[in-house]
């Protein structure tokens, strides 16, 4: 379950301090470089966070589901940018927290102060395993657990089909490589029964145990 650093606020007061707001499919919260002036809180449907590389091409290097905090650096700081564009896969909601409705409930709980630190420090750890990763790790075996932490973010019924409403292009952002070598990857895992392939979708299949490596 994703850290909750607002479990220590009463939650009329928590609601007091925010707004909800909802997001179609493919609308944009934010973008990059702009000011960030509150974080949110996802409570129903998926985003991804997408940044431009030196070349100029957009990469997507995360998924963020029910539960997730996203835009917490930028209200840490009162003069910093957004780091990355988030924009909603599907029907989204989130729960929008202004910079300063953050800070008053930041001083008067002094858990949430706490639960942001462990915050960083998870984010910190999870940037530092996915560099040593994509320096160290053969990238079908990054393709393959990035389809695993994506299963467990898009998973259903147990042993049924899990599917992926993304591109292979925003796969190979996640992996940390080119949609061509995602593409070689995913049609290997086809040919062994793990995964099926559409346009923008990629399909996840229940494998017996027997069936697996």
Do not use: K, W
């Amino acid at each position: 379950m994703p850290l909750d650093i607002f479990a220590c606020v009463p939650e009329d007061e928590l609601r007091q301090a925010g707004r909800r707001r909802t997001f179609s499919r493919g609308e944009v919260v934010f973008h990059e470089g702009d000011p960030g002036d509150s974080l949110h809180r996802v409570t129903r449907g998926r985003f991804a966070a997408r940044v431009t590389t030196p070349l100029g091409d957009v990469a997507t290097f995360a998924v963020h589901a029910p539960g997730d905090v996203f835009g917490l650096l930028a209200v840490l700081h009162p003069e910093a940018r957004r780091t990355a564009t988030i924009a909603a896969l599907e029907r989204g909601e989130t729960f929008a927290l202004p910079a300063s409705g953050f800070a008053r409930l930041r001083a008067a709980h002094p858990g949430v102060g706490v639960a942001v630190e462990q915050l960083l420090v998870e984010m910190l750890t999870t940037a530092s395993n996915r560099l040593v990763e994509a320096l160290y790790t053969p990238v079908h075996l990054r393709v393959r657990a990035r389809l695993r932490d994506l299963a467990r973010i898009y998973g259903g019924d147990e042993g049924a089909p899990i599917t992926l409403p993304l591109s292979q292009e925003e796969l190979a952002g996640l992996v940390g490589t080119t949609r061509e070598t995602v593409n070689r990857v995913l049609r290997d895992e086809q040919a062994r029964g793990a995964v099926s392939l559409a346009r923008r979708r990629i399909t996840i299949l229940p494998r017996s145990p027997s069936s697996r490596p």
